[in-house]
């Protein structure tokens, strides 16, 4: 089975400093039909404006992947964690029993868009816990790369989830193919470009999610960056 999430059908939110656009249902945007699939439960689309960011907040019991499309994002947290992240880097931050954190875009010109990814955790009340991750576009080009796993195989981040995360930059003539083991499911978002998904054509910000499929192929008449989410 395919559904198909298209980039204007999400909830969207512009305060001025802050674009945001929202897969699923997220602060004041609430729609009953996205709550979330399976256990991904957050797809945030930010640009932030230069100079601006989120002030300290708390979190809990929550996989927190950021993926940073263009710009820098600085991270601080209760961990005494510090650090600035740009495409490339992959952050995680497994909230467990509670953090604080703090988000700002890092420059005073230029805004930082990003994807801040939230996934459920097969277990709560863990210790806190980070992590950064490089995976630089050639790795990623004409192929799958795992970014985020329950073991951190390959170099990928750990996250406390029966979730598989996978980024891909392709190019025309490219295609790739995710196989979906039975009882699982995908859902695959376009972060940049276009991408042609199960024979169907996706813009930037559009989704498709599969269950009882047993493979998906991926592949484009432009450029296009994907991510994957293989989920239990």
Do not use: C
């Not at 988000?103 to 230029?110: K, L």
């Not at 970014?147 to 930059?169: F, K, M, Q």
């Amino acid at each position: 089975m395919k559904t198909i999430r298209r980039s204007a059908e999400r909830g969207h939110v512009d305060h001025g400093w802050l674009d945001t656009w929202h897969t699923f249902s997220f602060g004041s945007y609430f729609d009953r039909q996205h709550m979330g699939f399976r256990s991904l439960r957050v797809i945030n689309e930010d640009r932030v404006a230069a100079g601006q960011g989120f002030p300290t907040h708390a979190h809990r019991d929550m996989e927190i992947v950021t993926y940073v499309l263009d710009g820098a994002l600085a991270h601080k947290d209760s961990m005494g964690n510090g650090s600035t992240i740009r495409p490339g880097s992959v952050q995680r931050m497994s909230a467990g029993s509670g953090v604080t954190h703090s988000e700002f875009n890092a420059s005073a010109t230029d805004p930082v868009h990003l994807l801040q990814i939230w996934i459920e955790p097969d277990v709560t009340g863990v210790r806190p816990s980070y992590e950064e991750a490089e995976f630089d576009d050639a790795g990623k080009r004409g192929r799958l790369r795992l970014i985020a796993s329950p073991n951190g195989e390959d170099g990928s981040v750990r996250i406390n989830a029966d979730a598989r995360v996978y980024a891909s930059i392709l190019d025309a003539g490219n295609r790739v193919t995710h196989s979906i083991a039975d009882g699982r499911h995908a859902w695959i978002h376009v972060a940049a470009g276009t991408a042609t998904v199960d024979g169907e054509r996706l813009e930037a910000g559009d989704a498709a999610s599969f269950s009882e499929t047993a493979n998906v192929g991926i592949s484009t008449d432009g450029t296009g960056e994907v991510l994957v989410f293989d989920l239990a």
